[in-house]
């Protein structure tokens, strides 16, 4: 056996994939053949939910139908058992940790569940990509000691969320901008989470379980859980005028700065511009621009120092934040959007599968002597 090791499968190919392209020279990331700045410009979330399930963009009819049957009442709405579950849960549970159990949960009330057929998982796909923002906007509610919201069928996605997370209606803005993240985090190749999604389904497992391994690994701060670590920075510095001598501080100590830094990206991740962009807009119409100013600080002082580059999570969180989204539901936010990703990749898998079974190069003892318990 080669005992050829990348530590963290660094530029390891595990697979062939149709779904997403990175060029991480040129700073380009592709849906299908389709450049996210395109889709950012002129798409929404349900169309690029489409656009991964399905290899190509819908018509008209087709895109009515899917958007349909994603605000559907009846598909975004939790089981009242679901929601019965959430209240035994500890207040002080993270939202992370209740997606987490909340996604396994609504597996036993699949009817699908247990049919790992391309239909089957499609429908299960529209399901849970119509119910995770139920999961998380009512966990809000309830930890807060409210009633949940019920689901608005006439709002998208995007708009359906804000709204059930505050009970009142987004601003446009608000709207835009949430459409916009959920466009930027769909996919992101073989990314930690949808690696873990893939090598569950492989083993025949369903969409759920796979889902609730993604989500698993997407909790971790060097993986989506950066997002909230980027805005407990934010407010340990609070004020724009002390941002760069902590920022300076930071790197002396040799501190690892949230927000910065890609296994694949050489350059800034190219989801950072629109996310900056939309930060400012937004925390400009709410004259909040301090997140902003102090995360342009930050990451003018990271890249001239150590030449590492703003990536997704830098300004994903300062937009959330003047939406009045609390810091700890913003990796359950990204986990709504990748949603999508997840399900095209257990499709893609399911459509050619191989157990994924790697080794690992032995570095122990291969033949110590048994040692009877009463003679240690
Ligand atoms: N802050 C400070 N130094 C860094 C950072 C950072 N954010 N990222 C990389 N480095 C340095 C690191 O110290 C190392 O330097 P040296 O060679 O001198 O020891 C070098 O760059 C290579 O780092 P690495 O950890 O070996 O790189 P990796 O490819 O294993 O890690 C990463 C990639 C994203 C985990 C890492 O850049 C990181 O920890 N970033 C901060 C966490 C973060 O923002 N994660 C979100 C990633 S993008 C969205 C997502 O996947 O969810």
């Avoid at 930890?143 to 505050?166: E, I, Q, S, W």
């Avoid at 002396?252 to 962009?277: C, I, N, Q, S, T």
């Avoid at 009045?324 to 539901?329: A, E, F, H, L, V």
Wanted: aromatic letters at 6%.
């Amino acid at each position: 056996m080669s005992t050829v090791t990348k530590a963290g499968l660094e530029d390891v190919v595990v697979s062939t994939s149709d779904i997403c392209f990175i060029d991480g020279r040129e700073g380009r990331l592709v849906y299908r053949g389709y450049d996210v700045d395109d889709l950012v410009a002129h798409s929404s979330f349900e169309e690029v939910a489409y656009l991964l399930w399905y290899g190509a963009l819908p018509t008209r009819k087709e895109l009515d139908a899917h958007v349909k049957a994603l605000s559907a009442s009846a598909t975004r709405r939790l089981p009242p058992k679901v929601i019965a579950l959430l209240r035994t849960l500890p207040r002080r549970s993270t939202p992370m940790e209740v997606l987490r159990t909340g996604v396994s949960a609504l597996s036993a009330f699949d009817p699908d569940a247990a049919d790992n057929s391309r239909e089957a998982t499609l429908r299960k796909a529209v399901r849970l990509t119509a119910q995770m923002p139920t999961l998380v906007a009512a966990w809000e509610r309830l930890r807060r000691g409210k009633p949940p919201v019920a689901p608005n069928p006439r709002l998208g996605l995007a708009a359906n969320f804000l709204y059930m997370m505050t009970g009142k209606k987004p601003t446009d803005l608000a709207t835009q901008t949430f459409d916009t993240a959920l466009i930027l985090h769909a996919d992101h190749e073989f990314n930690a989470s949808t690696f873990a999604a893939r090598v569950t389904a492989a083993t025949l497992s369903d969409l759920h379980s796979a889902v609730t391994s993604a989500i698993g690994a997407l909790k971790g701060p060097l993986h989506g859980g950066a997002n909230e670590q980027v805005m407990l920075m934010v407010e340990q510095i609070k004020d724009p005028a002390r941002a760069e001598a902590w920022i300076r501080k930071a790197l002396a100590d040799k501190a690892r700065v949230m927000g910065f830094g890609h296994r694949v990206y050489r350059v800034e991740d190219p989801r950072a511009k629109h996310l900056r962009r939309l930060a400012t807009e937004l925390g400009e119409q709410a004259g909040n621009t301090a997140y902003v100013q102090i995360l342009n600080t930050v990451a003018k002082v990271v890249t001239e120092d150590k030449h590492i580059y703003p990536n997704v999570d830098l300004y994903s969180g300062a937009a959330y934040a003047v939406m009045g989204i609390s810091t700890d539901q913003f990796t359950p936010i990204f986990a709504i959007s990748r949603v999508a990703g997840w399900a095209a990749h257990v499709l893609e898998q399911h459509g050619n599968n191989r157990l994924i079974r790697p080794r690992a190069e032995y570095t122990g003892a291969t033949r110590a002597s048994y040692v009877p318990v009463a003679q240690r």
